[in-house]
């Protein structure tokens, strides 16, 4: 059974267009919702994590929007550059245990 | 060391033979995690450390599957009698505490062939 379930597989945006990613989850143990990216060849690297008391939280080009009541977050990458091409994936954690990953989104942005 | 470090980076082991990945948390973090990512897909959760004991081991496959953290630091996964679907790169964490904020090694490539 998928507990996080990420759309779309992949994308392509043009330099300085809005990247979107939605995830959606069904455990409403989840206490806590982190995004990864991960170059080829590299382990995930966080990148910007919520919790659901909080229904938005940026970090330079980077925005997690929680909709608590749909059990569904987003990533928006807003001026995408073309070095932000990597795999992106969403996570949730229930009780500070393990961390369970949707399927990822390739995202590739063309100069 | 800076960041989690896991040796090999590479290996390629004949169908049936025994293999050791090993994983150097960061220093002081108590949670230790090993995780497997198959091509194009998402990290699938193996087993937690908390200290030397393994808090949760519910990930691993069967019983050809095998962890140890012994003095809280150093981990080691053991596979035995390795099958051409074990291969997959295999991702070490470590963080703090239980909570989010892992930080992940560069993986181990296991190509059983």
């Known amino acids: 059974q998928q507990q996080v379930k990420q759309s779309p597989q992949s994308l392509i945006v043009q330099k300085g267009g809005i990247s979107i990613i939605n995830c959606a989850y069904e455990?409403?143990?989840?206490?806590?919702f982190p995004w990864y990216q991960q170059f080829p060849g590299k382990g995930p690297a966080l990148l910007i994590a919520?919790?659901?008391?909080?229904s938005e939280k940026k970090e330079g080009r980077f925005t997690i929007s929680f909709n608590k009541s749909a059990k569904q977050f987003s990533l928006h990458i807003m001026d995408s550059q073309p070095g932000d091409s990597a795999t992106y994936f969403c996570?949730?954690?229930?009780?500070?245990?393990?961390?369970?990953f949707g399927g990822g989104t390739r995202v590739l942005v063309k100069p | 060391g800076a960041g989690v470090s896991q040796t090999p980076s590479n290996k390629v082991t004949e169908k049936g033979k025994y293999v050791e990945l090993r994983c150097d948390p960061i220093s002081g973090h108590t949670a230790l995690y090993w995780y497997r990512q198959s091509l194009g897909q998402g990290p699938e959760f193996l087993i937690y450390?908390?200290?030397?004991?393994?808090?949760?081991d519910s990930g691993l496959p069967n019983d050809r599957f095998f962890a140890v953290r012994p003095e809280g630091s150093v981990s080691t996964l053991k596979i035995q009698r390795t099958e051409r679907g074990d291969s997959a790169v295999y991702l070490c964490?470590?963080?703090?505490?239980?909570?989010?904020?892992?930080?992940f090694g560069s993986g181990t490539r296991l190509t059983v062939v």
């Open positions: 964490a470590s963080s703090f505490d239980r909570g989010g904020g892992y930080t």
């Open positions: 919520i919790r659901p008391d909080v």
């Open positions: 996570a949730a954690i229930a009780a500070g245990n393990k961390l369970t």
């Open positions: 450390f908390q200290g030397t004991g393994a808090a949760d």
């Open positions: 455990n409403t143990a989840f206490d806590y």
